[in-house]
């Protein structure tokens, strides 16, 4: 598949379903160099444990959500990431222009979910602030067996679907539509998770 391909294959699936898988978003010598990031190599040093709830509400809960972020400042991002924020910005022009969507920005994280943690059922618009239109999350995890778990969950009208985040995968979802969830693992679940919003990013995270 072409560039261009895995791009119509995304719409054609946020157009019919409100989602789409698209392997090989990211080529394996593309996610190794995002591995060989400094965040990546020290463990969990760079990246603090992940809230729920919005801003000033935002709290700590590990019977929810028990992974660890750090935000991505496009400014100051590695060459390694510079090529995955290009990739989302050429699906922003893209999806705007077949979906007549008014995507204007992104926000991303680097993710990583130690082994046992999860995230339960949820949606990732916030009550009080709809500006997250799609989410994009791309796996990390060369060689990743079914046995060791990590689906992401999809809770689809008539069915529910699961799917393994296997490196270099890319699912981009409806973020008012879709109830996901995050099943345990029985290694770290590494990921870059970022969501395309209607108005310019605030940088509140960073
Ligand atoms: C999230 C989330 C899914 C995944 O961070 O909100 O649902 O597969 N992540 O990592
Ligand atoms: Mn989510």
């Not at 809960?61 to 590695?78: L, S």
């Not at 922003?92 to 992104?106: E, P």
């Not at 799917?163 to 981009?172: E, H, K, Q, S």
Request: proline residues 4%; hydrophobic residues 40%.
């Amino acid at each position: 598949m072409t560039p261009q391909d895995k791009l119509n294959q995304l719409a054609d699936g946020l157009a019919e379903s409100g989602f789409a898988v698209i392997d090989d978003f990211l080529l394996p010598a593309e996610v190794n160099a995002i591995l060989q990031l400094d965040e990546f190599q020290t463990g969990l040093l760079h990246f603090k444990k992940a809230g729920i709830g919005h801003r000033q509400e935002k709290q700590v809960n590990e019977g929810i959500r028990g992974d660890y972020i750090q935000w991505i400042d496009r400014t100051q991002a590695a060459p390694a990431l510079q090529v995955y924020l290009e990739k989302l910005q050429q699906v922003i022009g893209f999806v705007n222009q077949t979906l007549y969507l008014s995507l204007k920005d992104y926000e991303l994280h680097l993710t990583q979910y130690p082994t046992g943690t999860f995230y339960k059922r949820h949606l990732d618009q916030f009550k009080k602030d709809d500006h997250r239109k799609l989410s994009a999350i791309c796996y990390l995890n060369t060689n990743w067996k079914p046995e060791e778990g990590g689906q992401l969950k999809l809770y689809l009208p008539h069915q529910q679907l699961e799917i393994f985040p296997i490196a270099g995968r890319l699912v981009c979802f409806r973020s008012d539509l879709i109830e996901h969830e995050v099943l345990p693992a029985s290694r770290p679940r590494l990921s870059l998770t970022g969501w395309l919003l209607d108005q310019v990013a605030d940088l509140r995270h960073l």
